[in-house]
């Protein structure tokens, strides 16, 4: 009888505590009461699912916005493009229209070439490495960025390794599997290179035309990470995903500088500190992510492969790098070298752990 009324307590316990979380949190970023001489700060990102890395970094950064400047700053989050494109948006943070941003870095480039260094395929070809080079290069590309796009980079957030999304019979095992294949690639030179050197048939295409071109056959497939290619329902008209590990799609969380010059220095400091600690939070937030949407992909039918051995595109692709230099900038082999420079670092330290 103990045994059973236990139980029954840990059942009703369990009821409660359920009901309690599920509740949303009275004091919020969101819901907070307004205070006088309040500042606003506009944040926009371009993905329409209600949790994501995207949505979540930038969730976590602006409530410690809010927390550190005890809600002196009051942010407001714009999701699914509803302020525009990446681009468009990045373009209304150098003007100081929009505060905070999440734009690709592949897409942000076009406005400050030196963040192409990491577009570099194969630059690094681990999570742990690709978050080091992040740390130990960004206060090198913060000036740089500043100067070119009148942008500063706060913190990052990683969505996952780019990998094949397609329409095929037979999966991409090797380069010349992409010979019979269109693949989207996002507008940027070092990327459609890439392609090229692999003897692929990239085809430059915006995001939000995607669905249509696979539905109707003008493309067969792209590179994304799973949590977009599934979340935005592309298994519907594809049928297979290939992993490797040519580069990561990161995104900076960027502030504008008009803006952010304009602010006090406790609230400049407090913005700092909300985008190293959203940096960290996402960092152990987004593999989890991740790692569900795998399984929501194998769920959906969609066949994955993992292609073992990567010496053939790793030559092919780093066999570009020199021609590209100048996308980077002047110094873009300076650039490079420093950031191998600090991979190579970083893996003689795993070495010795």
């Known amino acids: 009888m103990r045994k059973i009324l236990a139980a029954a307590a840990l059942a009703a316990l369990a009821t409660a505590s359920t009901g309690v979380l599920a509740e949303p949190n009275p004091f919020d970023f969101q819901n907070l009461p307004k205070r006088p001489n309040q500042i606003s700060m506009v944040v926009a990102h371009t993905v329409n699912m209600e949790w994501s890395s995207h949505t979540a970094v930038l969730k976590r950064f602006t409530e410690l916005v809010a927390i550190y400047t005890d809600n002196q700053i009051r942010g407001q989050i714009f999701p699914g493009a ?21 734009p690709a870095t592949n897409n942000l480039s076009a406005m400050a070439p030196s963040l192409n260094v990491f577009v570099l395929p194969y630059i690094a070809t681990s999570t742990e490495e690709v978050n080091y080079l992040q740390d130990k290069l960004t206060p090198t590309l913060v000036p740089r960025v500043i100067k070119e796009a009148n942008v500063r980079i706060v ?13 095929s019979d037979t999966p991409i095992e090797k380069p010349s599997d992409l010979g019979k294949l269109k693949m989207r690639v996002p507008p940027n030179p070092i990327m459609i290179a890439t392609y090229k050197a692999w003897g692929g048939q990239p085809t430059p295409l915006g995001w939000s035309e995607l669905y249509n071109a696979l539905q109707q056959g003008v493309v067969q497939g792209g590179d994304n990470p799973v949590t977009d ?102 110094d873009g082999e300076a650039l490079a070298k420093q950031a191998l420079g600090i991979v190579s670092d970083y893996q003689k330290m795993s070495k010795k752990k």
């Open 155 to 167: 913190g990052w957030e990683n969505s996952g390794w780019r990998a094949f999304f397609y329409k």
């Open 82 to 102: 509803q302020l525009g494109g990446e681009l468009e948006m990045s373009q209304q943070v150098r003007q100081g229209k929009i505060h905070v941003a999440l």
């Open 229 to 330: 290619v599934i979340g935005m329902k592309f298994h519907e008209v594809i049928n297979r995903m290939t992993r490797f590990h040519y580069t990561i799609l990161t995104h900076p969380i960027i502030v504008s500088e008009t803006w952010f010059s304009g602010l006090s220095k406790p609230h400049q400091e407090a913005i700092l500190r909300a985008g190293r600690e959203a940096t960290d939070y996402i960092r152990w937030w987004q593999p989890q992510d991740e790692a569900a949407w795998w399984k929501k992909a194998e769920t959906a039918g969609v066949k994955v492969t993992d292609i073992k051995d990567e010496t053939e595109w790793v030559k092919k692709a780093r066999a570009i790098w020199p021609d590209y230099y100048k996308t980077i900038g002047p």
